[in-house]
């Protein structure tokens, strides 16, 4: 029962640490979006206010706008490099987050065969030899008759997942 309790809260702990993941790349990404819409937004101006000048023989403040329109666009192409970076860490993090919470399921509810099978499934869907490797140690201390594991194989697993979703982390 104290190893089910440990488990339990070495999970939540592990729940809370993918979620804050996930609400730091959303929070990052509605952030990036909005200073590009707002860049966007800024660029028209800009533009429009490089004709009216233009028209009205204006040519130092032309000028001026000019090199403003290139920072706003300068701006914005460093505010779409970091959503892509964003998106493309976000795609990648995902099959670990699944990875992590077919783990929890199996310990969340009776385990089963079918539970552990999807572990298996969301594991080699990684495709990365170091987490599969680690699972199958945590699989061999799983004795689902007994209703036993080893809870140092697990938290060995669970940490190198988390460790791998920290380094798809923005530095």
């Known amino acids: 029962m104290q190893r089910l309790n440990l488990l339990l809260i070495i999970f939540i702990i592990i729940a809370a640490g993918v979620s804050g993941t996930a609400i730091y790349f959303y929070l990052q990404y509605s952030g990036l979006q909005a200073e590009l819409a707002q860049l966007k937004d800024e660029k028209s101006k800009i533009a429009t206010e490089l004709a009216v000048l233009k028209a009205t023989d204006l040519a130092q403040k032309a000028e001026l706008l000019q090199l403003r329109l290139t920072n706003a666009e300068k701006n914005l192409g460093e505010a779409r490099k970091k959503t892509t ?78 460790s791998k979703i920290r380094n798809l982390l923005p530095q």
């Open 85 to 162: 970076e964003l998106e493309t860490n976000t795609s990648k993090i995902k099959p670990y987050v699944d990875a992590t919470s077919a783990i929890d399921q199996f310990f969340s509810a009776p385990m089963t065969a079918i539970n552990l099978a999807n572990i298996d499934t969301k594991v080699s869907a990684l495709k990365d030899n170091q987490v599969t490797s680690q699972w199958l140690k945590a699989k061999a201390g799983i004795n689902i008759q007994e209703n036993s594991w080893s809870v140092s194989e697990l938290v060995d697993i669970l940490y190198l997942i988390n």
